[in-house]
Every structure is written in structure tokens, then in C-alpha cells.
């Protein structure tokens, strides 16, 4: 199995069906079809995910039951992943899986972990989020730069690629279920002296997140990631950091 593609779904019934048919479509035109598999992790969802999911031939279906938070879905997902490299990517298809090209070029090149990031330069967002969200979340990067991942640009694109040996020292240490998994996740990839590879990559905002109906719940969530990030250096207290000349951030 050369690739995993996990996607995290909570709510996802009306979103699914374009991101499962885009993704199932381009295996196909790479003539990966019999060498990867698609992942989706149901989040305790309470519509139609898991049977509008496994109404696609070659997705298999993942559940636990209730709702455990984005970054459990993603973790669970990831630690059973059978691909050499593991890609997990939204639900929402905001970055386009034919993206995933730039990432296995990051990966060839020496990379253990490539992350899509929307502020670079060369990146291109062809639909912004509303300006509130977009304020909120630079707001929030700065602080996390200075408090876990400083010189990442973007902790939250959710579109990442790592090879497999890489996700499982990372996510087999990841406690956070909530959105500060992300931040988490490169954090302890530091520590590990895991080489990180921020790439530019095409995104659009999509509208309809389950997670977020109203902006008292975005504002509510933000807060509980602040919470987080504050808290994964005690949490990862024990894990030994290696020198940083040994865990370099490429672009």
C-alpha cells in the first residue's frame, strides 16, 4: 500500500460525495487505485456520513461511536493507516487532492512531514474566509509560532502528508482531540527531529462546517485551542527534544 488518505468527518453527509468523488477520481487517473486507500473517520456524526461514505466502492468507513473531536478522528484514522504515506485532508476538499503532488515532492526530498500552508507567497486562495475567521486565525498563528511551532506559517491547513514511519512516532504521542491537534502534531514532530516541509498550495474556504454553525461557536473553539496550545509542553514534557539543526523547516 503506497498511500492512506485519511478524512475526518463529523456531519459531512452533504460535503462527502464531491470530496469522495474527486479523490476516488484522481487515484484512478494516477492508476493508484489498487495501491492506496481512502479513509473516512466518522466523528459520531448524527446525519448520513457513514452510509453516504460507504456507498463508494473502495472508501472504508471508520467509527467509535460519539463525538470525540477532530483531532481523535484524525489521530484514529492515522494510527491504522496501511499506506507508506499518509495523507489526511477535510472533508470539505478546500485544498484540491491534486495538490497532493507538491507534498510527495517535499516527501522525495528528504521531508518527513510536508503541511499545505495558505500564506506563503506562492500560494493561492482563489475564495477567503470571511475576514473575521481570517483575523482570528492570524491572530492565533502568531501566538502559536511564539508558544510551540515558531517559522510554520499556517499550523491549521488541513492538508498534510507524512510518511508512514513519521505518523506513527507523531500520532502515537498526540493526546489534544480538539483543533489544536494540528499544532500538536508539528510540535512533537520537532521535538522528534522530524524534518517539516512548509508548501504553498492552492485553497478555497468552504462554507457549511458542522463544527462551527454559528461565529459564538468559532470564537468558543478558538479559545479551547489557546487553552491547548498552552498546555502541549507539559504534556510532551518528557519527550527529549533533539537538536534543532536536526529538524530544519524547508519551503
Not at 463525538?67 to 507508506?84: F, I, Q, S, T
Not at 515532492?105 to 475576514?131: F, K, N
Not at 498552552?230 to 527529549?240: D, G, N, P, S
Request: net charge positive.
Amino acid at each position: 500500500m503506497q498511500l492512506s488518505i485519511v478524512i475526518p468527518a463529523y456531519n459531512e453527509a452533504q460535503r462527502l460525495p464531491r470530496t469522495l468523488e474527486a479523490t476516488l477520481g484522481y487515484l484512478r487517473t494516477r492508476g493508484l487505485s489498487s495501491q492506496a486507500e481512502v479513509l473516512v473517520v466518522d466523528d459520531g456524526s448524527r446525519d448520513e456520513t457513514t452510509a453516504v461514505a460507504a456507498g463508494f466502492p473502495g472508501v472504508t468507513v471508520l467509527s467509535y461511536g460519539g463525538n470525540r473531536g477532530k483531532g481523535y478522528a484524525v489521530r484514529y484514522g492515522v494510527l491504522r493507516a496501511a499506506g507508506e504515506r499518509v495523507l489526511f485532508m477535510d472533508a470539505d476538499l478546500a485544498t484540491p487532492i491534486e495538490e497532493l503532488v507538491k507534498l510527495e515532492a517535499a516527501l522525495d526530498s528528504g521531508a518527513a512531514y510536508a503541511i499545505g500552508s495558505r500564506p506563503l507567497r506562492e500560494s493561492e486562495l482563489t475564495v477567503r474566509q470571511p475576514l473575521l475567521r481570517e483575523l482570528c486565525g492570524r491572530a492565533f498563528n502568531k501566538i502559536v509560532q511564539v508558544a510551540a511551532t515558531p517559522g510554520i506559517e499556517d499550523t491549521q491547513c488541513g492538508f498534510k502528508l507524512l510518511t508512514r514511519d513519521a505518523a506513527q512516532a507523531i500520532f502515537s504521542r498526540c493526546q489534544l482531540d480538539g483543533f489544536s491537534f494540528d499544532v500538536e502534531a508539528l510540535f512533537l514532530a520537532r521535538r522528534l527531529g522530524l524534518k517539516i516541509a512548509e508548501i504553498p498550495v492552492r485553497w478555497a474556504h468552504q462554507e457549511g462546517a458542522a463544527a462551527f454553525p454559528t461565529r459564538a461557536a468559532y470564537l468558543k473553539a478558538g479559545l479551547r485551542m489557546l487553552r491547548d496550545v498552552v498546555k502541549i509542553r507539559t504534556l510532551h514534557a518528557r519527550v527529549e527534544p533533539v537538536s534543532a539543526a536536526a529538524a530544519p523547516l524547508s519551503r
